[in-house]
């Protein structure tokens, strides 16, 4: 049984892992990196860090063409519901887990923002620990750099963690992060989807070889992972 992660451009990213495929923060219509259209996308379980458009926009359409299974924090799950009809939904909150067929998911804190499009409160913004029978997988979604990243992740299989800068971490502060997880390997996230987050990831990746004992794995969008 092995777990297949793929990188589907900016924050979003798919799992596959005991026959469920998994999609997290799908942003793909107004992504201009994105390897997939959007009504390509399958999903059984759609996880969603945060309110902002580049992370809801999609996941409401996908829910409601595959019968998905959205999983959010309650304010983000309760306005996908009546806004915009999605009718399967998993709310939790940080500090929160559950259990689903893949693994179990748990919500831990981001510092970030999370206004809904329309300006709803998307309540707080989070990012998601998943334990899943090959690996625990940290992704750190959108978020600045923070110590509690070590109680909450340490010494995970994989680590996401956005390298863009301006809107999240840049290097400076991803490579801090990998020093306080000490991930077996880390794989970075939210760069090089428009020119404000622009960022050399090979460059950071010889960066975490030399400063930590993680392995970085660089991917291009549509490119895979096996754990
Ligand atoms: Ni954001």
Redesign the pocket.
């Known amino acids: 049984m092995t777990t297949k992660l793929t990188w589907l451009g900016h924050g979003s990213w798919s799992i596959e892992t005991t026959g469920q495929k998994i999609l997290l923060d799908p942003f793909f219509s107004d992504s201009p990196t994105s390897p997939i259209k959007v009504d390509q996308a399958m999903a059984d379980f759609i996880l969603v860090s945060?309110g902002?458009f580049?992370?809801v926009a999609d996941a409401a359409v996908i829910a409601k063409r595959t019968g998905a299974t959205v999983v959010a924090i309650y304010e983000i799950c309760d306005w996908l519901s009546r806004v915009h009809g999605v009718e399967k939904t998993e709310p939790m909150n940080l500090g929160g887990s559950i259990q689903l067929p893949f693994g179990r998911v748990k919500m831990t804190p981001a510092l970030?923002s999370s206004t809904l499009p329309d300006g709803a409160s998307g309540g707080n913004p989070g990012g998601f620990l998943l334990t899943l029978s090959t690996a625990r997988i940290y992704f750190a979604c959108?978020t600045a750099l923070f110590s509690d990243m070590k109680l909450h992740a340490a010494g995970v299989d994989l680590a996401v963690l956005p390298i863009g800068d301006r809107?999240t971490m840049g290097p400076d502060d991803a490579l801090e992060a990998v020093k306080l997880i000490q991930p077996k390997r880390v794989i970075p996230s939210h760069y090089n989807t428009w020119p404000p987050i622009e960022q050399n990831a090979q460059a950071w990746a010889d960066r975490v070889r030399r400063a930590t004992s993680a392995e970085p794995i660089v991917l291009q969008p549509g490119e895979s992972a096996t754990l």
């Open positions: 945060h902002h580049d992370y970030h959108d809107y």
